[in-house]
């Protein structure tokens, strides 16, 4: 059974159960009567009468199971599972001081990269009794505010964001909720209370550094207009400047092509088509995403471009397909089942009372070398 929360305080004792007719033990049956309608939904109090036992009965029943006997805890059962009755979480919760949920945003859930680090956020939290309230903020900061606004007023017992590019309006409310947050997919050493993540800039300079031990020459980007993307990329272009690579030109003369998150693999095609006019000698290529890479791979190959000989392509988030393409995908590799764990962790210790001493993590990244690259 799920954890339902007590009654308020103002709930009728036991004493209530023998005026009523009902009885903790496995006395007389009183009379079921039908639970009542109302536009309220279906109450405590309407599972209470359907069983024949007092409200408080019933709650006992269905937060302390051993408090009352197995014929009533049966009876309570059987009309919860005929009512369909949902507790109301948020009573218990104002006298717990506890919701039992934590909020989890994310910039799109149809985002394949963000799909592992919620599949562990789900699981670790609900082995510890939390559920997940997920949300979509989208790449821009004004749905975001306005989402974390609607959840600060709903007082999980946690956050947890993608990112750390809040607005300051957003940081300020945060920090006055007293909420326990957590940061991640980035890195910052001024999070609004706790951090688990990695460096962008680092990203860009290690993939840079890659192509250019393997004889890249001639470089370019498809990247994400979303503020991390354009970090990864800039790091990228200013890493390969430094390098020589593109007849050491200034990063601003990188040919970059910047589409619009979340990425598709139409948008990665368009990419490869538009860079290849802007550079035609390009050989190597980062993408901010998978799916990016993958669509510049379709289109070297209908243009007859050999990968990797011809044209290296470097992707971002190394998700399942990844591995099974032909051929196989070079891509930058993010823990996010560590991610997601520590960052459940995190929220589990605060919500325990037990002090969090490590409160910014880098998890770090790995280059996945295949033969793209």
Request: proline residues 6%; aromatic residues 4%; glycine residues 10%.
């Amino acid at each position: 059974m799920p954890q339902h929360s007590p009654l308020p305080e103002n709930t009728p004792d036991d004493t209530s159960a023998d005026a009523r007719g009902g009885r903790d033990d496995d006395g007389p049956e009183p009379r079921r009567r039908g639970p009542r309608k109302s536009a309220g939904g279906i109450t405590l109090r309407d599972v209470a009468q359907l069983a024949g036992v007092a409200p408080i009965t019933a709650s006992r029943a269905l937060n302390t199971p051993s408090a009352v006997s197995p014929k009533v805890l049966q009876k309570v059962r059987e009309a919860v599972e005929k009512t369909g009755y949902v507790p109301n979480l948020l009573a218990g919760g104002l006298a717990s001081n506890k919701s039992r949920l934590v909020a989890v945003v994310v910039p799109t859930v149809i985002g394949p990269v963000f799909q592992e680090i919620v599949h562990t956020l789900t699981e670790t939290l609900a082995a510890a009794g939390y559920q997940v309230m997920l949300g979509q903020s989208g790449y821009e900061n004004s749905r975001e505010d306005a989402l974390l606004e609607a959840i600060i007023g709903r007082r999980p017992d946690g956050v947890v964001l993608t990112g750390i590019m809040r607005s300051a309006e957003a940081r300020k409310r945060l920090l006055a909720s007293g909420i326990p947050v957590v940061e991640t997919w980035d890195l910052t050493p001024t999070p609004i209370d706790m951090l688990v993540g990695f460096s962008h800039e680092a990203i860009g300079r290690e993939v840079a550094r890659y192509l250019h031990q393997r004889g890249r020459k001639k470089v370019a980007v498809v990247g994400g207009r979303d503020e991390r993307s354009q970090r990864r990329m800039q790091s990228f272009a200013q890493e390969a400047v430094a390098l020589g690579m593109n007849d050491g030109q200034g990063a601003a003369a990188l040919p970059m092509y910047h589409v619009i998150a979340p990425t598709t693999l139409g948008q990665g095609r368009r990419g490869l088509a538009d860079l290849l006019q802007q550079q035609p000698d390009t050989d190597a290529i980062f993408c901010s995403s998978d799916l990016l890479a993958l669509g510049v791979m379709i289109e070297a190959q209908s243009r007859g471009i050999a990968i990797s000989g011809q044209l290296a392509v470097v992707g971002f988030g190394d998700l399942e397909f990844s591995r099974d393409l032909q051929p196989r995908l070079t891509t930058v590799r993010i823990d996010g089942t560590g991610i997601g764990q520590r960052a459940a962790r995190f929220i589990i210790d605060r919500a325990a009372g037990i002090e969090v001493v490590e409160r910014i993590v880098d998890v770090g990244f790995s280059i996945i070398q295949r033969e793209s690259a």
